[in-house]
């Protein structure tokens, strides 16, 4: 599966948002994060057992 540049993953210890998206164990895609993780802590992405988060890239013209 190739990485949608449109996204950047989570490094480990960042806040989790209710916009993030996450990829499981299961690979049935990206869904949205649940919310019970929200506010927490990205966990590393360099482990397989967790999950991988990204967040959608903001442009510049996503400010105006």
Excluded: F
Excluded at 20 to 37: K, M, Q, Y
Excluded at 38 to 63: C, M, Q, W
Aim: aromatic share 10%; with cysteine.
């Amino acid at each position: 599966m190739a990485w949608d540049q449109n996204y950047r993953r989570l490094d480990e210890g960042e806040t989790i948002h209710a916009t993030d998206e996450v990829l499981i164990d299961t690979h049935l895609g990206w869904h949205l994060t649940n919310p019970r993780c929200v506010g927490t802590k990205a966990p590393s992405p360099l482990y397989t057992s967790h999950r991988i988060y990204r967040r959608l890239n903001l442009r510049e013209t996503d400010y105006e």
